[in-house]
């Protein structure tokens, strides 16, 4: 009997992604100094943070974890220092390991641990956190890809409720990487930012990187209907609560430098961008803390008008232009990565201390329907930066308004000041923190 | 749910004071801790930092004051003082400071350890060996560490390439220190120069496209 042929080996190649070009990437002009300033004590890190009907599964978790982040280029790289600039680069590392919180929120990613990449993804009993290095992207961007994952983990959490669906991308979703900065600004603008020293929010610093949360929930139409009693937007209502709190319990009258809150502006829907890159620009509120007796109804003036006259199209394409120009210039293109190192903490310690806080507004976060009634609630905050201590971040889902405060003071007296005058207005508030303050 | 009178809020948290004002909450039911509770991690690490620090410092004092007591025209106690602070700010680089990547710690506990030596070398008559031989030498060791790490990963072996490039000018550093007199023989450099270059341009022809890609994105303007 002739000897069966045995079948012959097919060839295959081992990792075709290994044979291709690796993938690089130009950081976009935000992008540039966050590597630059960023360490444990000033990590400019964000999380995103989705709050589930049921307790996550860690495995179930990082398996959409491993699906989802292959199709997302902008997530799937590593941070590498050229001779001139810092770029991104192919991160051909498993995806990171997601683990329980076991730590403060918001702590530095360290770029040479956690398989080298810019985020992480952690979980406590019904919430996932996507925590993000911002040199990545701004919170546009962070949700663009928070949401892929949370869809992907409902999705194997409940195969049974999603049978056809496996790996398909929302709609909603974008993948462009473009820069925008690059793209839209316009030459020889003047420098824009200020420089001038703001009030401080200061106090005692808490210990061991000890980073205090508390988030106070309040009914969207309530807020709405106060808004609109003050004749401002919400954003306004909220800005002004929080640059009135900070002149309440810091201004006095010789005070010489001014309360001013830094706003920043998504700039997408004004240049027509959909990119996951960073894309935002900061404009800033202020009130007189010289002036004797401010009321609250003359701080929401205050703050109307000046951020009225900075958030134009106009403005806005003006501030980012002096930095992209200047990004753009041969000479800065040929300064070694080193000196514009140098270079760029010199400029950013001068401006550093120009803002009492920040805060930003992520807008009403909107998920597919089919999707929604597994999600409670979504929230997003901010680490804190040098000089500001004490920073808040709005957003809404479903009905439910979130004003969240990140803080390394032990002090809450701003926090309590901000409540106490939405409770006043007639909102009522229920507050949560993450254990620190108690 | 918790209810604060003075604050006119409601608190969510299982806790029993208001964390905003600091007074006693209206207790109610529906509260729940949503973060867990991060105990103080314990930095053993850090302490035994700390405890060498000290005994580092006795050790050190101890050693000068027996130097100026005992033997007051040769300083000798500088050497063993060096040391202790090499092994001191070596073990704080690299345990303590998470920004740098192994490769610059390993670079920066080497070129420590040449400076360490050339001290040493100077305060016992400066015979120039430090610089005629062990400077080379660990720059050598460093080149073939660095080989080493293209096989070990070699996924990304073309990510090693700027670091061959920078080894080059480093293996200079002898040829420039004979201008001021502080190396006297330069045998084991001219081998560590070759060693330098030749890794480099081995690395760089054989890697083909994939190394000129690598210094292409390393150099971008």
Same mark, same amino acid.
């Given at each position: 009997m002739a000897k069966d042929k045995k079948p012959k080996k097919e060839k295959t190649k081992k990792n075709p992604q290994k044979r291709r070009e690796i993938r690089w990437e130009k950081l976009d002009n935000t992008a540039h100094l966050f590597p630059v300033i960023a360490g444990e004590s000033m990590t400019n890190t964000y999380r995103i943070a989705a709050e589930l009907t049921e307790d996550i599964d860690k495995d179930t978790l990082q398996r959409a974890l491993d699906r989802v982040l292959p199709r997302f280029d902008l997530f799937n790289v590593r941070m590498r220092a050229g001779v001139f600039w810092n770029y991104f680069e192919e991160n051909n590392k498993p995806a990171p390991k997601v683990r329980e919180e076991d730590n403060y929120p918001c702590r530095f990613i360290v770029a040479h641990k956690n398989r080298s990449y810019m985020f992480r993804v952690t979980y406590f009993k019904k919430r996932i956190n996507l925590e993000v290095f911002h040199v990545l992207t701004d919170g546009t961007g962070g949700f663009n890809f928070m949401r892929e994952l949370v869809y992907q983990y409902i999705r194997l959490a409940h195969p049974d409720d999603f049978?056809?669906?496996?790996d398909i991308l929302s709609t909603e979703t974008s993948m462009n990487t473009e820069d925008s900065f690059v793209r839209n600004y316009r030459q020889k603008s003047k420098k824009q930012y200020k420089t001038k020293k703001a009030l401080q929010i200061t106090g005692t610093r808490m210990s061991e990187n000890k980073f205090g949360v508390i988030s106070g929930y309040m009914d969207l139409n309530a807020v709405k209907e106060v808004s609109k009693k003050y004749g401002v937007s919400i954003n306004t209502y909220f800005v002004a609560a929080f640059a009135y709190a900070i002149y309440m319990e810091y201004a006095h009258p010789?005070?010489?430098?001014n309360v001013r809150v830094a706003v920043p502006v998504n700039l997408r829907p004004y240049f027509d961008s959909v990119t996951t890159k960073n894309f935002f620009t900061v404009v800033s509120a202020e009130l007189p803390a010289f002036e004797k007796d401010l009321t609250f109804e003359k701080a929401l003036e205050y703050v109307k008008k000046s951020l009225g006259d900075q958030i134009t199209k106009e403005h806005l394409e003006e501030i980012f232009s002096y930095n992209v120009s200047n990004q753009m210039m041969l000479i800065s293109r040929l300064t070694p990565l080193f000196i514009k190192h140098m270079v760029m903490r010199a400029v950013y310690r001068q401006s550093a201390l120009a803002n009492s806080t920040t805060i930003t507004n992520v807008g009403n976060i909107k998920l597919d329907e089919r999707y929604e009634k597994y999600v409670t609630m979504m929230h997003a905050y901010l680490a804190v930066s040098t000089g500001q201590l004490t920073k808040a971040t709005v957003c809404s889902y479903k009905g439910t308004m979130l004003v969240t405060f990140s803080s390394i003071l032990k002090e809450t007296a701003v926090q309590r000041r901000f409540f106490r005058q939405l409770s006043k207005d007639g909102i009522e508030v229920t507050i949560e923190t993450n254990g620190v303050y108690s | 749910m918790n209810r604060c009178k003075q604050c006119n809020i409601n608190v969510r948290d299982d806790v029993q004071i208001c964390p905003l004002c600091k007074c006693a909450l209206e207790i109610g039911e529906g509260t729940e801790n949503k973060y867990p509770d991060i105990a103080a991690k314990r930095q053993k690490l850090k302490l035994l930092l700390r405890i060498y620090l000290f005994v580092a410092i006795v050790v050190g004092c101890t050693l000068v004051i027996m130097n100026i007591l !005992?033997?007051?025209? !040769?300083?000798?106690?500088v050497i063993p003082v060096c040391a202790l602070a090499y092994v001191y700010l070596t073990l704080a680089y690299t345990a303590g400071y998470d920004k740098s990547g192994y490769r610059t710690k390993i670079i920066v506990g080497v070129f420590a350890a040449v400076a360490l030596l050339l001290l040493i070398d100077g305060v016992t008559g400066y015979k120039a060996w430090s610089g005629n031989y062990v400077l080379p030498a660990l720059t050598i060791a460093l080149d073939i560490a660095i080989l080493f790490l293209v096989f070990i990963n070699r996924e990304n072996w073309q990510s090693y390439l700027p670091i061959q490039l920078i080894m080059i000018p480093v293996s200079l550093i002898p040829f420039v220190l004979r201008f001021f007199g502080?190396?006297?023989?330069?045998t084991v450099s001219y081998i560590s120069l070759a060693v330098s270059v030749f890794f480099f341009l081995g690395t760089y022809i054989i890697g083909g496209e994939r190394a000129w890609e690598e210094l292409r994105r390393r150099f971008h303007i």
């Amino acid at each position: 009997m002739a000897k069966d042929k045995k079948p012959k080996k097919e060839k295959t190649k081992k990792n075709p992604q290994k044979r291709r070009e690796i993938r690089w990437e130009k950081l976009d002009n935000t992008a540039h100094l966050f590597p630059v300033i960023a360490g444990e004590s000033m990590t400019n890190t964000y999380r995103i943070a989705a709050e589930l009907t049921e307790d996550i599964d860690k495995d179930t978790l990082q398996r959409a974890l491993d699906r989802v982040l292959p199709r997302f280029d902008l997530f799937n790289v590593r941070m590498r220092a050229g001779v001139f600039w810092n770029y991104f680069e192919e991160n051909n590392k498993p995806a990171p390991k997601v683990r329980e919180e076991d730590n403060y929120p918001c702590r530095f990613i360290v770029a040479h641990k956690n398989r080298s990449y810019m985020f992480r993804v952690t979980y406590f009993k019904k919430r996932i956190n996507l925590e993000v290095f911002h040199v990545l992207t701004d919170g546009t961007g962070g949700f663009n890809f928070m949401r892929e994952l949370v869809y992907q983990y409902i999705r194997l959490a409940h195969p049974d409720d999603f049978p056809e669906e496996t790996d398909i991308l929302s709609t909603e979703t974008s993948m462009n990487t473009e820069d925008s900065f690059v793209r839209n600004y316009r030459q020889k603008s003047k420098k824009q930012y200020k420089t001038k020293k703001a009030l401080q929010i200061t106090g005692t610093r808490m210990s061991e990187n000890k980073f205090g949360v508390i988030s106070g929930y309040m009914d969207l139409n309530a807020v709405k209907e106060v808004s609109k009693k003050y004749g401002v937007s919400i954003n306004t209502y909220f800005v002004a609560a929080f640059a009135y709190a900070i002149y309440m319990e810091y201004a006095h009258p010789d005070s010489k430098s001014n309360v001013r809150v830094a706003v920043p502006v998504n700039l997408r829907p004004y240049f027509d961008s959909v990119t996951t890159k960073n894309f935002f620009t900061v404009v800033s509120a202020e009130l007189p803390a010289f002036e004797k007796d401010l009321t609250f109804e003359k701080a929401l003036e205050y703050v109307k008008k000046s951020l009225g006259d900075q958030i134009t199209k106009e403005h806005l394409e003006e501030i980012f232009s002096y930095n992209v120009s200047n990004q753009m210039m041969l000479i800065s293109r040929l300064t070694p990565l080193f000196i514009k190192h140098m270079v760029m903490r010199a400029v950013y310690r001068q401006s550093a201390l120009a803002n009492s806080t920040t805060i930003t507004n992520v807008g009403n976060i909107k998920l597919d329907e089919r999707y929604e009634k597994y999600v409670t609630m979504m929230h997003a905050y901010l680490a804190v930066s040098t000089g500001q201590l004490t920073k808040a971040t709005v957003c809404s889902y479903k009905g439910t308004m979130l004003v969240t405060f990140s803080s390394i003071l032990k002090e809450t007296a701003v926090q309590r000041r901000f409540f106490r005058q939405l409770s006043k207005d007639g909102i009522e508030v229920t507050i949560e923190t993450n254990g620190v303050y108690s | 749910m918790n209810r604060c009178k003075q604050c006119n809020i409601n608190v969510r948290d299982d806790v029993q004071i208001c964390p905003l004002c600091k007074c006693a909450l209206e207790i109610g039911e529906g509260t729940e801790n949503k973060y867990p509770d991060i105990a103080a991690k314990r930095q053993k690490l850090k302490l035994l930092l700390r405890i060498y620090l000290f005994v580092a410092i006795v050790v050190g004092c101890t050693l000068v004051i027996m130097n100026i007591l !005992f033997t007051p025209d !040769f300083f000798w106690s500088v050497i063993p003082v060096c040391a202790l602070a090499y092994v001191y700010l070596t073990l704080a680089y690299t345990a303590g400071y998470d920004k740098s990547g192994y490769r610059t710690k390993i670079i920066v506990g080497v070129f420590a350890a040449v400076a360490l030596l050339l001290l040493i070398d100077g305060v016992t008559g400066y015979k120039a060996w430090s610089g005629n031989y062990v400077l080379p030498a660990l720059t050598i060791a460093l080149d073939i560490a660095i080989l080493f790490l293209v096989f070990i990963n070699r996924e990304n072996w073309q990510s090693y390439l700027p670091i061959q490039l920078i080894m080059i000018p480093v293996s200079l550093i002898p040829f420039v220190l004979r201008f001021f007199g502080l190396v006297t023989s330069l045998t084991v450099s001219y081998i560590s120069l070759a060693v330098s270059v030749f890794f480099f341009l081995g690395t760089y022809i054989i890697g083909g496209e994939r190394a000129w890609e690598e210094l292409r994105r390393r150099f971008h303007i």
